[in-house]
């Protein structure tokens, strides 16, 4: 018996051992290839090898440092902006009971099938219409709008998952719905707000097309990567810095947040 | 609010200030910020190759030497969402007044969105840094092939040089294969990739992937050098010795060209004979993938273009060389029947119609014309070696292996239907056709009834678009003619010399100039309606009943 579960654990190791291998070799790779000219690159991109080219460093710097500050700053709006809008949203669909609710929320819902590109063009002639071009709002607005299905979505099958006993027990010792949503629901969610945190602050990081045609002087990260992107001839290792360096704000990111990222993952939410 | 509350609170006070003021950089300048009559607004995607931006701002400095009082701002958009970029600013009121398009991307944003300067008049016209010629005939005739709106027969860019694609060998394998030479006739080219698989070395490292296949370039070499016969036969709108979009269009509708007709399968079939040398899995090799295994020495030979040979020549460690691909000869098909004619890739501009906005639009097609001038060539080359689109500019002596064959007959590719509409789905469905095909899955017969239907349906509503298309801009040319007459009846009555120096003579020459170039469209654009009509007015071939064999009595 003994044996048996010795034999289960080291298969247990192995097998995740191998799965965490594999999800880290592109970081690692990454890495690697950050250290190497174009010649090394195109010898080998698996492990860095003497001289390593620092000086990719500062080519991924000077691309990706005018737009660490412009999108640290738009994902924090965007992110406190949406989680508000969105959570009381799903506070509303799921604890208040209205006429055509369940209509009002398919209809929500089917947005999620809308190809978020098709809807580029007219986006920006709404932004020009609201005067929102060239400004840190044409980013914020839209991002926050673009956000609200999936977080009322997920935010709403997570408050209808929390007792209904809870908030019946507030109501009767007085608690008026604000008050529910602020000392219930919102306590009770920080693992799913933590994972949709982490998930809006991807999202801006890594969205290109929407700063590239909206904010001329308030572009974000993603935009400056690409200035080291090139149609014929990337230069690898530069680019890889740039890559690595944009990414050390989400790593500080995710050091904070994986507590609350674990568990809401694990709580089955973001699967409803 | 709690203590931890207030720490957080704390922190987001703390961190706001310190964000805000690093927030707002940003790179480049928007490309209107500072766009008003004296300040032209010229975005390229260029900087992306070292020396191009030097180069360009170099020009601008030679230019403003003329012309100190205007101001020329340089803006670099990386490639990446260029074009989308440029359509939104554009669409927001904008837009950069000179911008580098790819031509199919310049025919939508000019034809179908609006956004740009049809250039077809300004051509014609004699260019101050070409004195006694027409701006266009500075450059090579076959530059303009790729370029001319296929519907609207208009210009919406000029080409400014020429990229052609080669094939590169490692040296060394040749030699240690025993080839002193690279191959020139397509005979030698598949005995020269025998000699190298029999020493051991993988001979053709060829991307065939969705996004990255080189074999569409190959189908269109092979088939300049194998359809030029059947150009005579097909060129029937316009008799310019090429055949365009329509015309092959109208050809495929009527029955005139087939994909069953032994020379156009020659095409694939040559193909499919080069692939036995080609690497395993090509199919899932991209041109990325295919340049790593090359500069490693996992393969002979592979095909690339002049935009990279600097970079490829830095990156490997062995002896390169290049040439161009072969001809196919009659040893190879019989139908074999024309030199080899490089495709034309280049860099061209447009015009936004916004600099008319801004009332420097002659400012701007000057600037462009010096742009395009020997004078700015002989400035930007000395910050990069180029080939100019500018046919008697000189190749610099490291391109020279990438001069470009030109000026031979254009012929038109068969396999491709001519795609007005913008439509891409012949040429997804081909590509997926050619995997199997060229994997030796599919028959010549397969390859032929897989893409067949679609082929034909694509074809025939080409047309429909076309003819739509094309019925508009009769309209409009003859209201745009309908303006310029009005606009001459209400000219002073001409003086005593019409040749004259005097400025109503010179205004009524000039508008006299616009109208018999509206004339000429009105002209053209009727001729290729009533092409279309005729064509149309016939149900396509495969719709067209065959009479059927009389039925044999019943013995019975």
Redesign the interface.
Same mark, same amino acid.
């Not at chain 1, 005018?66 to 412009?70: E, L, Q, S, T």
């Not at chain 1, 992107?229 to 001839?233: E, G």
């Given at each position: 018996m003994a044996l048996r579960s010795t034999r289960a654990e080291v298969a247990k190791v192995v097998v995740l051992t191998v799965t965490a291998a594999a999800v880290l070799v592109p970081f690692w790779v990454m890495l690697s290839i950050s250290f190497k000219d *174009?010649?090394q690159f195109?010898?080998n991109i698996f492990y860095p090898a003497p001289p390593f080219h620092w000086e990719n460093y500062a080519a991924g710097w000077e691309a990706v440092a005018?737009? #660490?500050?412009?999108t640290?700053?738009?994902a924090?709006l965007v992110t406190a902006i949406s989680l508000t809008c969105s959570s009381l949203t799903a506070y509303v669909f799921s604890r208040y009971d209205f006429p055509g609710r369940r209509a009002l929320f398919a209809a929500l819902i089917v947005l999620l099938m809308i190809p978020g590109v098709l809807n580029? @063009?007219p986006q920006? #002639?709404l932004a020009?219409k609201l005067g929102v071009?060239?400004t @840190?709002w044409g980013l914020v607005l839209f991002y926050v709008a673009g956000r609200q299905v999936l977080e009322v979505y997920i935010l709403r099958s997570f408050f209808q998952g929390i007792p209904r006993e809870l908030f019946e027990a507030a109501q009767m010792d007085g608690a008026g719905h604000v008050r529910q949503y602020w000392s219930i629901a919102l306590p009770l969610s920080k693992s799913i707000i933590g994972v949709l945190v982490i998930m809006t602050v991807i999202f801006v990081w890594n969205d290109?097309?929407w700063p590239?045609? #909206?904010a001329?002087?308030? &572009?974000t990260v993603s935009y400056?990567l !690409?200035?080291l992107? &090139? *149609?014929? !001839?990337t230069a690898w290792g530069a680019l890889m810095a740039g890559y690595t360096l944009a990414s050390l704000p989400l790593l500080v990111l995710f050091a904070f947040a994986m507590r609350y990222f674990v568990e809401g993952v694990s709580s089955g939410a973001i699967k409803a | 609010m709690g203590s931890r509350a207030r720490i957080r609170v704390g922190w987001v006070v703390i961190l706001l200030p310190v964000l805000l003021p690093v927030s707002g950089c940003s790179r480049p300048e928007a490309a209107e910020e500072t766009a008003d009559a004296t300040t032209i607004v010229f975005a390229t995607h260029m900087g992306e190759h070292p020396g191009w931006l030097d180069g360009f701002a170099a020009v601008i400095r030679g230019y403003r030497t003329r012309y100190p009082e205007v101001n020329i701002k340089l803006h670099y958009q990386p490639l990446a969402g260029f074009a989308i970029w440029a359509e939104t600013q554009y669409l927001g009121g904008r837009g950069p007044d000179l911008v580098g398009l790819g031509v199919g991307e310049a025919h939508r944003l000019g034809a179908r969105q609006g956004y740009l300067l049809p250039l077809t008049e300004y051509l014609q016209e004699e260019s101050p840094y070409t004195p006694g010629h027409r701006w266009m005939d500075s450059f090579y005739p076959v530059v303009w092939v790729n370029v001319q709106d296929p519907i609207y027969g208009e210009y919406w860019t000029v080409p400014f040089n020429f990229f052609t694609l080669r094939i590169f060998y490692n040296a060394e394998q040749f030699a240690a294969a025993g080839l002193t030479e690279a191959p020139t006739t397509w005979k030698e080219f598949l005995e020269a990739q025998e000699q190298l698989q029999e020493a051991g070395f993988v001979p053709f490292l060829m991307p065939n992937t969705s996004s990255n296949s080189y074999v569409f370039p190959s189908i269109e070499y092979l088939g300049d050098m194998i359809f030029q016969s059947l150009t005579p036969g097909l060129d029937l709108l316009d008799h310019n010795g090429k055949v365009d979009g329509i015309e092959m269009n109208a050809a495929i509708y009527s029955g005139r060209i087939s994909l069953a007709d032994p020379e156009v399968l020659a095409v694939p079939q040559l193909i499919r004979e080069w692939s036995r040398y080609w690497i395993r899995g090509f199919n899932g090799l991209d041109r990325g993938l295919s340049k790593v295994l090359f500069a490693n020495g996992i393969g002979s030979m592979y095909m690339d273009g002049s935009w990279d040979a600097e970079a490829l020549a830095r990156s490997v460690n062995f002896e390169l060389g290049v040439f161009p691909m072969p001809t196919v000869t009659t040893e190879s098909t019989p139908y074999a029947d024309g030199p080899r004619n490089d495709n034309n890739y280049n860099l061209s501009f447009a015009v936004g119609k916004i600099a008319r906005e801004r009332g420097h639009l002659d400012q701007v097609i000057d600037f462009f014309r010096y742009l395009t001038s020997p004078e700015a060539a002989d400035t930007l080359t000395q910050y990069v070696a180029f080939i100019s689109a500018l046919e008697d500019y000189p190749v610099p002596r490291e391109l020279e292996a990438f001069a470009p064959a030109t000026g031979h007959p254009w012929s038109g590719y068969p396999w491709y239907v001519a795609q007005q509409s913008g439509s891409s789905e012949a040429r997804a469905r081909l590509l997926a056709l050619l995997q199997t095909y060229l994997a030796g899955e599919l028959s010549d017969q397969g390859l032929v009834e897989g893409y067949q239907p679609l082929y034909r349906r694509l074809a025939e509503e080409e047309l429909h678009y076309a003819r739509r298309e094309n019925a508009r801009l009769v309209k409009e040319v003859a209201g745009r003619l309908q303006q310029v007459d009005a606009l001459i009846d209400s000219l002073p009555p001409p003086p005593a010399d019409p040749d004259g120096a005097d400025p109503v003579a010179s205004e009524r020459r000039q508008i006299q100039r616009r109208r018999d170039f509206t004339q000429k469209s009105l002209d053209k654009a009727g001729r290729q309606l009533a092409f279309l009509d005729s064509t149309l007015s016939r149900p396509p071939v495969w719709e067209e009943i065959t009479p059927q064999p009389p039925l044999e009595p019943r013995g019975d």
């Open positions: *174009q010649r195109l010898r005018p737009y #660490v500050g412009n640290i700053l738009v924090f580029l @063009i920006y #002639v020009l071009v060239n @840190i290109f097309i590239l045609v #909206v001329d002087d308030f &572009k400056g !690409s200035f992107t &090139k *149609q014929h !001839s | -």
